[in-house]
């Protein structure tokens, strides 16, 4: 991840674009060397300009555009530019955009430079970000999903407990992870955050509806650092689920995914549904007295939630 490049170079590179809509590179490059409109912009920050449409895939490097530059109009492009940029800088803010901005007013001061450069509204580059978060946020729920389940699971076999890591054969059965312990057995949708301000989750339909049909369905939350190591876990009764589910209004459609802020006081710390399972005691129950909000531990308190794994 890295800040975008600065006004100056998105300001060279909308240039760019928008002279090899109409000329070849050679021409274009000219135009530049040529014309005084072009030398507020020094020859270095067209460079960097240029580079970074090569980066980005807008221009090969001989200076011919892509299609995405010449298939549409000239401000479709420059959107499309907009896109791409936020998406292969991949800016540290860009995977918590749903959770800290509401609005334009609310974009970091690089999101808003983009616009400045790029000849863009904070409305359009508001949009921009927002579709560039969402195909963002899809890969690295993935992943962070997965490390998540592969931490959970490790923790329960490490105390005894069996585990069925079914995700990874189908994703239809509407959890993640079958467990037994003696004669109990837990069917784990497994929920993985790596923030330590809130809980926000993607529930899809057949999880939720998997939630109510099925008594051995249990949602649990877990928190990771930054290298995918297990800092803690609670978990949520399906009944806050119901209760933050949006309503299908109509017949002729229906939710099928949903985001939800799970509240803190509606996070049960510690693994309570293994106080059956006598092989696991320190991971049913939190290490305190006082309950707190599970992901705001440290470290050390965190280690405490996963001793045996």
Same mark, same amino acid.
């Given at each position: 991840?890295?800040?975008?490049?600065?006004?100056?170079?998105?300001?060279?590179?909308?240039? %760019? $674009?928008?002279?090899?809509?109409?000329?070849?590179?050679?021409?274009?490059?000219?135009?530049?060397?040529?014309?005084?409109?072009?030398?507020?912009?020094?020859?270095?920050?067209?460079?960097?300009?240029?580079?970074?449409?090569?980066?980005?895939?807008?221009?090969? &490097?001989?200076?011919?555009?892509?299609?995405?530059? *010449?298939?549409?109009?000239?401000?479709?492009?420059?959107?499309?530019?907009?896109?791409?940029? *936020?998406?292969?800088?991949?800016?540290?803010?860009?995977?918590?955009?749903?959770?800290?901005?509401?609005?334009?007013?609310?974009?970091?001061?690089?999101?808003?430079?983009?616009?400045?450069?790029?000849?863009?509204?904070?409305?359009?580059? %508001?949009?921009?970000?927002?579709?560039?978060?969402? &195909?963002?946020?899809?890969?690295?729920?993935?992943?962070?999903?997965?490390?998540?389940?592969?931490?959970?699971?490790?923790?329960?076999?490490?105390?005894?407990?069996?585990?069925?890591?079914?995700?990874?054969?189908?994703?239809?059965?509407?959890?993640?992870?079958?467990?037994?312990?003696?004669?109990?057995?837990?069917?784990?949708?497994? &929920?993985?955050?790596?923030?330590?301000?809130?809980?926000?989750?993607?529930?899809?339909?057949?999880?939720?509806?998997?939630?109510?049909?099925?008594?051995?369905?249990?949602?649990?939350?877990?928190?990771?650092?930054?290298?995918?190591?297990?800092?803690?876990?609670? $978990?949520?009764?399906?009944?806050?689920?119901?209760?933050?589910?949006?309503?299908?209004?109509?017949?002729?459609?229906? %939710?099928?995914?949903?985001?939800?802020?799970?509240?803190?006081?509606?996070?049960?710390?510690?693994?309570?549904?293994?106080?059956? $399972?006598?092989?696991?005691?320190?991971?049913?129950?939190?290490?305190?007295?006082?309950?707190?909000?599970?992901?705001?531990?440290?470290?050390?308190?965190?280690?405490?939630?996963?001793?045996?794994?």
């Amino acid at each position: 991840m890295s800040p975008l490049p600065p006004e100056p170079t998105l300001r060279a590179a909308r240039r %760019w $674009c928008d002279l090899l809509r109409v000329a070849d590179f050679a021409a274009a490059r000219a135009l530049i060397l040529a014309d005084a409109s072009y030398t507020d912009l020094t020859l270095t920050q067209y460079g960097l300009g240029f580079d970074l449409l090569v980066a980005v895939g807008f221009v090969t &490097k001989d200076g011919v555009l892509d299609r995405r530059a *010449v298939s549409v109009g000239e401000h479709e492009a420059v959107l499309e530019l907009a896109r791409e940029v *936020v998406l292969a800088d991949g800016p540290a803010w860009l995977g918590a955009v749903e959770d800290l901005v509401d609005a334009a007013g609310d974009l970091p001061a690089d999101a808003l430079a983009l616009g400045t450069g790029l000849g863009l509204t904070d409305d359009e580059v %508001w949009a921009a970000v927002r579709a560039t978060s969402a &195909k963002f946020d899809a890969g690295r729920r993935a992943r962070v999903g997965l490390a998540g389940e592969l931490a959970l699971r490790d923790v329960l076999s490490g105390v005894g407990i069996a585990v069925d890591h079914v995700s990874l054969l189908s994703d239809a059965l509407g959890y993640d992870l079958v467990a037994s312990c003696d004669e109990s057995v837990w069917h784990i949708e497994v &929920k993985t955050t790596t923030s330590r301000a809130e809980l926000t989750l993607h529930l899809s339909r057949n999880e939720y509806e998997t939630s109510i049909r099925d008594p051995r369905w249990v949602l649990v939350a877990v928190a990771l650092d930054e290298t995918d190591a297990l800092l803690g876990a609670g $978990c949520v009764d399906a009944s806050v689920l119901q209760e933050l589910a949006p309503a299908d209004r109509a017949s002729g459609g229906r %939710w099928e995914s949903a985001r939800m802020r799970i509240p803190g006081a509606a996070i049960q710390e510690g693994l309570g549904f293994l106080l059956d $399972c006598a092989t696991a005691p320190d991971l049913a129950l939190p290490s305190r007295s006082q309950p707190r909000v599970w992901w705001l531990f440290n470290d050390s308190n965190g280690a405490e939630l996963t001793s045996g794994s």
